[in-house]
């Protein structure tokens, strides 16, 4: 019984999975009209690698990150993406604790978030 258990969870989260994935792939991106900017929180070598056109680069893990994000209106709307959505979930929990208002968006990994907003990766 056990056995069954196991393959009949494993299937319904491997429907899960292909599910979500068709979902994304065929959602629209969002509205981007009261988005005031994306920002991108992974290293600056990792940024190199492949952005979102027009992207703020703010990495989360750096110094820096609290002085950057502060130059930001915290009343304004952003859509925050990384490598895996990791970061961008931390950076978001900061922004929140820095006092920021307006919609924060976790746009997951540098893909998922060029299909959210259909923002073209650029290098």
């Known amino acids: 019984m056990t056995k069954f258990l196991k393959l009949i969870t494993a ?3 491997a429907a899960f999975a292909v599910g979500s994935l068709t979902a994304c792939s065929t ?3 969002m509205d981007m009209t009261n988005i005031a900017a994306v920002v991108d929180v992974r290293t ?3 940024f190199a690698t ?3 056109d027009g992207a703020l680069n703010f ?3 750096s110094a820096a990150f609290v002085e950057q994000v502060s ?3 915290p009343a304004a709307d952003y859509v925050v993406y990384c490598r895996s959505g990791n970061r961008s979930t931390a950076a978001i929990e900061s922004m929140q604790a820095l006092g920021f208002t307006g919609t924060l968006t976790n746009g997951g990994a540098v893909a998922n978030a060029s299909t959210l ?3 073209e990766i650029v290098q």
């Open 44 to 46: 600056a070598e990792e």
């Open 50 to 52: 492949g952005h979102l």
């Open 117 to 119: 907003t259909g923002i």
């Open 59 to 61: 990495d989360v893990q």
């Open 11 to 13: 299937l319904i989260v």
């Open 27 to 29: 959602a629209e991106p």
């Open 71 to 73: 130059s930001l209106d």
